[in-house]
């Protein structure tokens, strides 16, 4: 996934920026960087944080930095900022969101044979690179970036450091959130909201799909207005998002509330009690318990000093092993207990299958899982949940595929949240992670937590709905 921060101040602004961008460390998964304007020309670092907090690798930098205005990031596998000379002059840039048809595009910008990328890591073309190679193919930031926009497939957000200030564009369907703050002597923006309190900025606007702003220490200036239509990502509020965020003024925790406590109203599963597999499953757990007046427990204590969300390694043994080590778990709590879990999501289910096995190994009677979201089926187009994650390695596309004994069916069917080809697909995994009971969130249940119109909402990894 990734986010940003950017800053201009009458003052320096390297302070807000390394922490702002730092508020951001949930979201990535290999790489940080900052870039700063000062006096002496733009100033940049960039470090691999996939082994270790993006504080520790930049804490050591922050001398070298000075500057009124700046831009950082945390993101995937690419280099950013970049820093970039062009006709529209010397500028720092960074991206969030995905482009799937990435290569295509630079086959387009290789027949013009003036064409050249220089930031190739691993072999691939960066695809920050590639957004300002086609924004330098326009006479202005404006309709470079309406360009970026018009030519992928996938989503970009985009921020771009210029002596002229920062130019903040929210990706063409507002599939992931920018948002201005302030305070007095300074402007931010950033994709999360939660980086805003600490720093003493309010939040002031949330920008549109395909809006694009110039902020300033004048203010912030728009230079293309939103379009009218919205897709913005669901699985922010079930998972991505930092609790104290909010995007389109909904705040992530309080959705997570309304989702566990949806679930609650419609099941009649006989427990002892209630958790939340940490992190994001424990706002859900919370507002089921919650509905149900059931006991809240931790039967599993996350040890956080070390250990980040398993979904930042990109390698799946990796993930796995982070994901078993984080979790301690508690006897006492679950010895001779029918316990009712609830989680953001199931994806692969390698991981919470282990993870029950574990319970059962510690004496559970019963294990019951509660979902906070549908059954995942489609593989994301919009975002970078992962690069390398295939469509089929899905908990439930694997059972539709034992079900009809081929690859090729159309899961239109198990999209609905019911009949039988529905139920036959939920209790296939049930039975593969060893449940008691397994009740996924219905679609419209989730939608009415988040408080938004359906048809602002992207579903496609649910419904397959675009």
């Given amino acids: 996934m990734g986010g940003f921060f950017g800053v ?5 602004c390297v302070n807000d920026l390394y922490f702002g961008t730092d508020y951001h460390s949930h979201l990535g998964t290999k790489r940080g960087g900052m870039a700063v304007l000062g006096d002496q020309g733009y100033k940049r670092s960039i470090h691999d944080i996939s082994n270790t907090q993006f504080r520790s690798k930049f804490d050591g930098d922050l001398p070298k930095f000075s500057g009124r ?16 000379g062009s006709h529209l002059g010397t500028y720092s840039i960074v991206t969030v969101g995905v482009i799937k048809n990435l290569e295509a595009l630079a086959r387009e910008a290789f027949v013009k044979r003036t064409t050249h990328f220089s930031e190739m890591g691993g072999g691939g073309i960066n695809p920050t690179e590639l957004v300002a190679t086609i924004i330098n193919q326009e006479a202005n930031f404006v309709d470079g970036i309406s360009r970026v926009h018009r030519s992928i497939e996938g989503s970009c957000s985009i ?3 210029t002596e002229d200030g920062i130019y903040a564009a929210r990706d063409g369907l507002g599939r992931t959130p920018v948002v201005i703050g302030g305070k007095p002597g300074s402007l931010a923006v950033s994709f ?3 980086a805003f309190p600490n720093l003493g900025y309010e939040v002031e606007k949330f920008l549109g799909p395909g809006e694009i702003v110039r902020m300033t220490l004048d203010g912030v200036t728009t230079l293309k207005e939103a379009g009218d239509k919205m897709r913005i990502c669901a699985f922010l509020w079930v998972y991505y998002g930092y609790p104290p965020s909010s995007y389109e003024n909904i705040n992530v925790e309080s959705v997570r509330y309304r989702c566990g406590a949806a679930l609650a109203m419609k ?7 209630v958790a939340g597999i940490p992190d994001s499953g424990v706002a859900h757990g919370l507002g089921y318990a919650n509905e149900s007046r059931l006991p809240y427990q931790r039967p599993f204590v996350k040890y956080t000093p070390t250990w980040p969300r398993s979904f930042m390694p990109q390698e799946q043994g990796i993930r796995d092993l982070v994901a078993r080590m984080k979790l301690i778990p508690v006897r006492e709590i679950i010895h001779g207990k029918r316990i009712l879990f609830c989680d953001d999501s199931i994806v692969r289910g390698t991981q919470l299958k282990d993870t029950i096995q574990r319970i059962y190994d510690y004496g559970a009677k019963e294990v019951h899982m509660r979902p906070a979201c549908p059954p995942l089926l489609y593989g994301c187009k919009y975002l970078n949940f992962s690069r390398s994650r295939s469509a089929l390695d899905l908990a439930a596309c694997k059972a539709i595929r034992e079900l009809e004994g081929s690859d090729e069916t159309r899961f239109s069917e ?8 529905y139920f036959a697909m ?3 995994i049930r039975t593969r992670l060893g449940l008691t009971t397994l009740r996924y969130q219905k679609l419209e249940d989730l939608i009415e937590a988040i408080g938004l119109p359906r048809e602002k909402v992207c579903t496609f990894c649910w419904n397959g709905e675009e």
């Fill in 159 to 161: 921020l771009i450091l």
């Fill in 426 to 428: 939920v209790d296939r």
């Fill in 414 to 421: 198990y999209a609905l949240g019911c009949g039988e080809k």
């Fill in 192 to 194: 999360e909201t939660c």
């Fill in 69 to 84: 205005m700046g831009i950082g990031v945390i993101s995937d596998y690419e280099e950013q900022p970049l820093i970039i």
């Fill in 8 to 12: 201009v101040s009458k003052d320096d």
């Fill in 267 to 273: 099941d009649t599963a006989d427990i002892d009690l």
